[in-house]
């Protein structure tokens, strides 16, 4: 599927539309596909959130329509799906968003194994779909910054952004770890992550190794395009 996400812009009261396209990559079985909605929001820890359509204030469900929602593709071939978004008149500025699934499935949705056994094999795949209306404000703030040892995952520093803008932001940066006479212990960088407006959430900078007992410094820099980047620091101490 392609692609995976697209952001469009819009003003209250018009229409605008998007297309995604699917293929089938195998060459000798068809499938049969459906397409469903979802919201998704962001948990604290970065984490999505999947909830029916129109859960949200900033739901794109409501004014999204898809054609077609049920098609079959034969081997090896692919097919575009279109979709319209009627943004209704007065609609607030800001960045509305929901996300289209694609689930396939062989014919009659399941294939027999080689004892005759009826087994289901499903794929599904999503395709985000984000529409700027009017002009959402982007702003936000780093409100957080934490080492985390790890126990069951890899070791690394969470910084916690808040999104207090109406606009959705995508993020770029880096956090350096320096010890305690300003030595940089390590750089970590992410790109493109995403933080949704209102939200309150962790991202994540894995570490390579646990930190050694000692105080350290925490410097982030995040920058999601605005006229500045987005800067925190902590003071932490390893026992």
Do not use: K
Request: glycine share 12%.
């Amino acid at each position: 599927m392609s692609p995976p996400r697209v952001q469009l812009v819009a003003l209250a009261g018009s229409q605008v539309t998007g297309i995604v396209s699917v293929d089938n990559p195998n060459p000798v079985t068809a499938l049969d596909v459906t397409v469903s909605m979802n919201d998704v929001l962001m948990g604290p820890s970065g984490e999505l959130i999947w909830l029916e359509p129109g859960s949200h204030q900033w739901s794109l469900a409501p004014w999204l329509t898809v054609n077609p929602l049920e098609f079959t593709l034969g081997p090896a071939q692919g097919r575009a799906v279109s979709y319209t978004v009627t943004v209704p008149d007065g609609a607030p500025d800001g960045t509305y968003w929901s996300t289209l699934f694609l689930d396939s499935a062989g014919p009659n949705g399941y294939e027999r194994d080689i004892q005759g056994i009826g087994v289901v094999t499903r794929v599904r795949v999503g395709h985000f779909v984000y529409v700027d209306v009017g002009n959402p404000t982007r702003q936000g703030g780093i409100v957080g910054l934490t080492y985390d040892p790890g126990v069951e995952a890899p070791p690394s520093v969470r910084v916690q952004i808040s999104n207090t803008g109406t606009g959705l932001l995508r993020l770029s940066g880096s956090v350096e770890v320096r010890d305690a006479m300003g030595g940089l212990v390590e750089r970590v960088t992410v790109e493109d992550e995403a933080s949704f407006p209102g939200a309150t959430h962790d991202i994540l900078f894995p570490l390579a190794s646990r930190l050694a007992p000692g105080n350290y410094t925490l410097l982030a820099v995040l920058d999601y395009g605005g006229s500045s980047v987005l800067l925190g620091d902590a003071e932490v101490s390893v026992q």
